[in-house]
């Protein structure tokens, strides 16, 4: 089982943004947190190089790194691309269990 899931809307997007904005090489997709509290934590999604400290792992044909510490954060979650109107970028929805 993967710690992530992207919808399919998502990995457009991605490949979207990989191609619009040249990614380097390089660069990796970077999913984490900013804040490291439960109550309230902050996940990011975004083109990042990879460290020495960094897993690195391919999901659903995408190369997405993280830090360790900072999996249980997200890890089960669902990753989409909504556009409503004026407002688009990724969600992160958790599944049921």
Known sequence: ???????PLAIQAIEKYQQTLQIPANNFLRVGIRQKNETNKRLLIGFDE?????KLTNIQGIN????PGEVFFFAGMQIDYVEDGNRKG???VELAK
Do not use: A, P, Q, R
């Open 50 to 54: 990879k460290t020495d400290k960094d």
């Open 64 to 67: 997405v790194i993280y830090s």
């Open 1 to 7: 089982m993967e710690i992530i899931h992207f919808t």
């Open 90 to 92: 990724f969600t992160f």
